[in-house]
T-cell receptor, first 114, second 113 residues
Framework: GENVEQHPSTLSVQEGDSAVIKCTYS??????FPWYKQELGKRPQLIID?????GEKKDQRIAVTLNKTAKHFSLHITETQPEDSAVYFC?????????????FGSGTRLSIRP | NAGVTQTPKFQVLKTGQSMTLQCAQD?????MSWYRQDPGMGLRLIHY???????DQGEVPNGYNVSRSTTEDFPLRLLSAAPSQTSVYFC????????????FGQGTRLTVV
């Protein structure tokens, strides 16, 4: 089955700098890659996702890149702000009608230093 | 529109007890799932359902049962609680198996003593 590895487990960056979180997946059939943000004591919330037919997607300060050949995908946050402090999870999935497991990485705790 | 609602929010069980975690969604989502969250291990899939009457196992199904008799409800049953099942449990739903982001409930913090 699918296995998703996420690095680093913790990341501390200066406010205003960029943060990059990287994930790898094992199932070459995976075609959907969402990212979730979980603030302390809250539920995970979807922040951005990408499908395998595109290599990059941006939404304001957040971007995700996908390298299908290497089975890598990354989350990029630019101009980091204190409210970006949270745990971020990547995930991978094969989307079809008969089996649709979304498998998560182990998470990255991002801290923004003032 | 309440989204995904889980009950209870907190629960303490004794080893060997059984209980059911409730999950309901009012968005007419076909896809529902249960995850457990443990420190350093992310979110691990327990069971999922792609529609009423259809369930399947995830990564860590042992010790848990599910059923999906209606589109709205997807309860998770712990058959005989063990300390290893101490965790935060999240229910999540999605419009269809192939569409839309996943919406999570607020979580249930379960402690087994």
């Amino acid at each position: 089955g699918e296995n998703v590895e996420q690095h680093p487990s913790t990341l501390s960056v200066q406010e205003g700098d960029s943060a990059v979180i990287k994930c790898t997946y094992s199932d070459s059939a995976s075609n959907y890659f969402p990212w979730y943000k979980q603030e302390l004591g809250k539920r995970p919330q979807l922040i951005i996702d990408i499908r395998s037919n595109v290599g990059e997607k941006k939404d304001q300060r957040i971007a995700v890149t996908l390298n299908k050949t290497a089975k890598h995908f990354s989350l990029h946050i630019t101009e980091t702000q204190p409210e970006d402090s949270a745990v971020y999870f990547c995930a991978a999935s094969v989307i079809n009608s008969s089996a649709s497991k979304i498998i998560f990485g182990s998470g990255t705790r991002l801290s923004i230093r003032p | 529109n309440a989204g995904v609602t889980q009950t209870p929010k907190f629960q303490v069980l004794k080893t060997g007890q059984s209980m059911t975690l409730q999950c309901a969604q009012d968005m007419n989502h076909e896809y529902m799932s249960w995850y457990r969250q443990d420190p350093g291990m992310g979110l691990r899939l327990i069971h999922y359902s792609v529609g009423a009457g259809i369930t399947d196992q995830g990564e860590v199904p042992n010790g848990y049962n599910v059923s999906r008799s209606t589109t709205e409800d997807f309860p998770l049953r712990l058959l005989s609680a063990a300390p290893s099942q101490t965790s935060v449990y999240f229910c999540a739903s999605r419009r269809t198996p192939g569409q839309g982001g996943m919406f999570f409930g607020q979580g249930t913090r379960l402690t087994v003593v």
